[in-house]
């Protein structure tokens, strides 16, 4: 089981409307959002964040028909599945590109800290 | 923390990216080569329809090349689109100076991915990247030495297309 505290030193990205962490047991990462538990193998969340940061918001917001008021995103092996609408998907889009650039930014300082230690 | 991101993948996302584009490019071109060799087939040109569904194959090849690397190395790879490609042309020498002009466009392309390779310090997918360098250098001889038999070979005499097609067909 583990420890709270351990859990929050690996919190990857937070936002107002959820949070993301590490799980170094299971190497996946877990996404929290508005209250919507899912987690990822790394190739899956970055499909999923692609996937997210993919979608056509201005084609959304140009399209007064009520069908793009929201939109079903869904992911591999159906981790997640919902209707957001358009502020959602913005936020959904900060956390998991926030997430993102933390694994980014913790791989870099990995490759820098062994290249020094050799 | 564990690393989770370079555990699974060798490569980084810029080199995904410019691979998956390359993968794309190989796969233009062997639709490309597909509709010129149907060109050639209904305008009566069978040698050289023979010669370029054998490149269009050869470009399906060099496509799923790249695209098995990027999932081998852990990265994701990505089915390309397949976009309307130029079923007619003007002339039988047409069809070798626009096959010429996609070679090197192909050429263009494989050393933007290496000169990226560079930069980023990817010494696994240059040395993967070489073997198209070695391939592209064969591809430009052949297609401009079509364009050559186009000089030697008179198109407009009695047996002129004729000749040409068989000759062009012996290429490589
Ligand atoms: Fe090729």
């Known amino acids: 089981m583990a420890l709270v505290s351990d859990l929050t030193t690996k919190i990857l990205f937070e936002t107002e409307k959820g949070y993301s962490y590490q799980c170094d047991l299971t190497n996946s990462i877990i996404i929290n959002f508005v209250d919507t538990v899912s987690s990822y193998k790394i190739h899956d969340f970055l499909i999923f964040q692609r996937k997210v940061n993919n979608v056509d918001i201005l084609n959304m917001l140009y399209d007064l028909s009520d069908k793009s008021d929201a939109q079903l995103i869904e992911?591999?092996?159906r981790n997640f599945s919902r209707n957001l609408t358009i502020c959602e998907i913005v936020q959904l889009r900060e956390l998991l590109n926030g997430?993102?650039?933390t694994l980014n930014l913790h791989s870099m300082l990995c490759n820098i800290l062994k290249v020094e230690l050799i | 923390m564990k690393d989770l991101l370079r555990t699974s993948t060798s490569l980084i996302e810029g080199i995904e990216n410019i691979l998956n584009l390359q993968a794309k490019i190989e796969s233009d071109a062997s639709n490309k080569y597909l509709a010129m060799a149907a060109w050639l087939d209904r305008n009566g040109f069978d040698n050289t329809a023979s010669?370029?569904?054998?490149?269009?194959e050869e470009e399906r090849e060099h496509f799923l090349k790249v695209f098995r690397y990027i999932t081998d190395m852990g990265g994701i790879a990505v089915t390309p689109s397949v976009p309307e490609v130029q079923q007619e042309f003007a002339s039988f020498r047409e069809v070798f100076e626009i096959a010429l002009q996609n070679e090197i466009a192909v050429t263009q392309a494989i050393n933007k991915v290496i000169a990226k390779c560079r930069a980023e310090n990817d010494y696994?997918?240059?040395d993967f990247m070489m073997w198209y360098v070695a391939e592209q250098r064969e591809e430009e001889k052949n297609a401009r030495r079509a364009l050559e038999l186009f000089e030697l070979i008179n198109e407009n005499e009695a047996t002129g297309k004729f000749e040409l097609d068989l000759q062009i067909s012996k290429i490589g």
Do not use: D, G, I, L
């Open chain 1, 75 to 77: 992911t591999t092996k």
């Open chain 1, 99 to 101: 997430t993102k650039f």
């Open chain 2, 51 to 56: 010669y370029m569904y054998k490149q269009a």
């Open chain 2, 124 to 126: 696994a997918t240059e």
